[in-house]
């Protein structure tokens, strides 16, 4: 039996019609700050959390908790102030459900230790913790314009994952990106579940919940291939992350090096610091991939009616002029001489075509 297969069997549900008046799994409002006087907050957060989430009581305390039941596995929707979260081993021996947990950060800053490593977590990380061990956690929303902190939660229980516990303990409290590779996979079902407000069967759920299984467990496996992810690569991490933001944006004009460091919620003296470790200055390396974005599009006979100017439009230049120049300081040619020569290459080199066969 295969691992999702045997994961289904679990979870249950399955094989059957729905009921009447059943309905499949949606995301239901457990708590709302808004909802409640502002004295009885606190209280009523706690009493849902299970005094495992402490607020901080210099703000004033607001959260949303949303729940989707997937059969054995659960998704989470939170908003929150600034609070902190313990686990200890009083709790774990008192109860513990042997839950491992995996966390996407979409808003704040997070700082979580379990199992001897300490994990600092921005938007768009991944981290796994488990209910078998202490851990402590605490959210900052410095620089988060809604002030608050939000994240999506996956809870599965750690016997339905194909993977033996001391590797899975491996990767606890180690930031994993969430915006590329196998990361993204499950980022992007977490966001949609959570977003998503299609009907669902009854028979879904369980459905669903072996899909998150299989993305958590290809995940894990993906990162347990090469060596845990050190504390000291969190830099080189970073600067994947700028790199990989400035490709998504690189059409947008208005990228620049402090669009960039405050979409990373850091100061432009360190983005700057980040790329000159790298040898590199951040407007020109910027401008560099753009050039290389347009001189790929001007050599593409696909686009050989597109003006070349709305070619260094899409690609960030927004002055014709200044394009012209930075290619030619570039390629040592102009952009209508290079199209000009590729075209002409083009048609020399494709293959010619075939006479026509005699009628009979």
Not at 12 to 37: A, I, N, Y
Request: with cysteine; hydrophobic share 40%; charged share 20%.
């Amino acid at each position: 039996m295969r691992a999702g297969e045997f994961a289904a069997e679990q979870i249950g549900g399955q094989g059957r019609g729905p009921l009447p008046g059943e309905v499949g799994p949606v995301l239901e409002k457990v708590f709302d700050s808004q909802e409640l006087p502002t004295a009885e907050r606190e209280d009523a957060w706690h009493h849902v959390t299970g005094h495992a989430l402490t607020v901080d009581r210099s703000v004033d305390f607001r959260a949303t908790l949303q729940v989707i039941d997937l059969g054995a596995a659960q998704v989470s929707a939170v908003t929150y102030s600034p609070l902190n979260s313990l686990r200890s081993a009083t709790s774990i021996r008192r109860d513990d459900p042997e839950i491992l947990s995996v966390a996407l950060t979409v808003r704040g800053h997070k700082l979580l230790n379990q199992n001897g490593r300490r994990a600092r977590l921005d938007a768009g990380d991944l981290v796994a913790y488990t209910s078998v061990w202490p851990y402590e956690a605490s959210t900052d929303v410095t620089g988060v314009q809604e002030g608050t902190a939000a994240s999506i939660v996956a809870e599965v229980p750690r016997t339905l994952l194909p993977l033996p516990a001391n590797q899975i303990d491996r990767l606890l409290a180690t930031p994993l990106p969430g915006r590329d590779g196998m990361g993204a996979l499950l980022s992007h079902f977490l966001t949609h579940l959570v977003a998503d407000t299609s009907p669902y069967r009854p028979a879904d759920g369980p459905r669903l919940g072996v899909v998150l299984l299989d993305l958590i467990t290809a995940l894990l496996a993906h990162h347990l291939d090469d060596p845990p992810i050190p504390s000291e690569s969190r830099q080189h991490a970073l600067f994947l992350r700028i790199q990989a933001f400035v490709h998504q944006h690189l059409g947008d004009p208005q990228l620049t090096p402090s669009t960039i460091a405050a979409a990373h919620h850091i100061s432009i003296r360190y983005l700057y610091k980040l790329f000159h470790q790298h040898g590199l200055a951040v407007a020109e390396w910027i401008r560099t991939r753009r050039l290389e974005r347009c001189h790929r599009e001007l050599a593409d006979p696909r686009l050989r009616t597109v003006p070349i100017h709305a070619i260094a439009a899409r690609w960030g230049f927004t002055d014709s002029a200044n394009f012209s120049r930075a290619f030619r300081a570039a390629y040592a040619i102009s952009p209508k001489e290079f199209r000009a020569l590729a075209l002409a290459a083009t048609v020399l080199t494709a293959p010619k075509a075939l006479p026509a066969r005699p009628e009979h």
